[in-house]
């Protein structure tokens, strides 16, 4: 059980384009997703926080209008990077919080979708 | 603000020696404290977790123990095999998960 999907694995895309990633819940439902950025050999940089049905709250320094997050359900929230730039290149990762296991704050993790920009 | 506070690596080591990664925190709650593991290519996978002072998370051989005291949760594992050469990410949870900076293991046989 508690696993969690993220669509496309990999994708490359040409600068100026969009790119939309995917993140579900396959077996449980989620209030709370969490989306991450990962450089190589680095650790993970909490982008925003995905609330279903209400606007995610991004951490200081994450532009908005560029990481579009859309939690339409309680089991698929969406990463849009508008106008990818190269330097948008990175692995990200997101994870699901278990609604029905309130408490002990564990998250579940997507295996993560490679974005080369070009 | 939480933060953790991992082992610099990498940490080499021959297969079926004695492993610890060591990992402090500092939070203004009671977090849940977690370490994960990270195969290349890979997200990450739940190694194991502790929810409170004094829990001992276990897993696959690897263990960790919640102190509260000492604001640690070292990772221990007894003999390590080449296959846990990975990625390892000591982390705190409360309204949302703050991670160390992992710590490369590699196992050599």
């Known amino acids: 059980g508690a696993v969690v999907s993220q669509h496309p694995s990999w994708v490359i895309c040409k600068s100026g384009t969009s790119v939309k990633i995917e993140c579900r819940s396959l077996d449980f439902q989620a209030t709370t997703m969490f989306w991450y950025r990962q450089f190589p050999k680095q650790s993970l940089m909490l982008m925003a926080t995905?609330?279903?049905?209400?606007?995610?709250?991004?951490e200081q320094g994450v532009e908005k209008d560029k990481f579009l997050i859309n939690h339409a359900s309680l089991t698929l929230s969406t990463l849009t990077v508008t106008s990818a730039h190269p330097e948008d290149s990175s692995f990200y990762i997101c994870?699901?919080?278990?609604?029905?296991?309130?408490?002990?704050?564990?998250?579940?993790f997507g295996p993560g979708t490679r974005l080369t920009v070009t | 603000g939480d933060s953790v506070t991992q082992m610099e690596g990498p940490v080499t080591l021959s297969e079926e020696a004695f492993l610890t990664i060591n990992c402090t925190y500092t939070a203004t709650g009671y977090p849940s404290l977690f370490w994960y593991v990270q195969y290349p290519g890979e997200g990450l996978q739940l190694l194991l977790k502790?929810?409170?002072?004094?829990d001992k998370g276990s897993n696959k051989g690897f263990e960790a123990t919640y102190r509260k005291e000492t604001t640690s949760f070292h990772l221990e594992k007894g003999s390590v095999q080449v296959s846990d050469s990975a990625v390892y990410f000591c982390a705190l949870s409360d309204s949302k998960s703050t991670f160390g900076d992992g710590t490369t293991l590699t196992v050599k046989p």
């Open positions: 502790a929810t409170k002072a004094d």
């Open positions: 995905s609330n279903e049905g209400s606007k995610a709250t991004y």
């Open positions: 994870s699901a919080r278990d609604t029905g296991t309130s408490g002990t704050y564990e998250q579940y």
